[in-house]
């Protein structure tokens, strides 16, 4: 894999080469085309038999103006320090990289893997966002 330039400490960059590969296993078996809570499910396994604690749908408070207004859930929160952002569209979006930008902020975690599995290798489908 390649390296690259960045702010996060070596155990973290070793946590999101392991979970790209689990997510990978997850692609080579199923393809593209299915709906998200598949892959999301499937990952979850991959993960687990990893040995990598996670957390699927991991709530977190919205606030504003001190009130609690909604409470969000992230896909899944690997580690208590990454956020898998799972998809299954035609092409990612800005608007899909702005909504992880809030999740970040909302949960005060330092990283996010926004992963599209509807491509053809899950590798084009992967964007890294780093708060």
Sequence with gaps: MLRIATKL?????ELIHRVVG??????RELGPGLVEAIYQRAVALELEAAGISFEREKR??????GK?????????????R????LKAVERL???HQSQVL??????KLPICLLMNFNVAILPDGIKRIVL
């Design 9 to 13: 400490d070596d155990q973290t960059e």
């Design 22 to 27: 689990c997510c990978i296993t997850v692609h």
């Design 60 to 65: 977190f408070p919205v606030r504003y103006r």
């Design 68 to 80: 609690v207004l909604y409470i969000h859930r992230l896909d899944l929160v690997v580690d208590n």
């Design 82 to 85: 990454l956020v898998l952002e």
């Design 93 to 95: 979006h800005p608007v």
């Design 102 to 107: 809030s999740c970040l902020r909302v949960s």
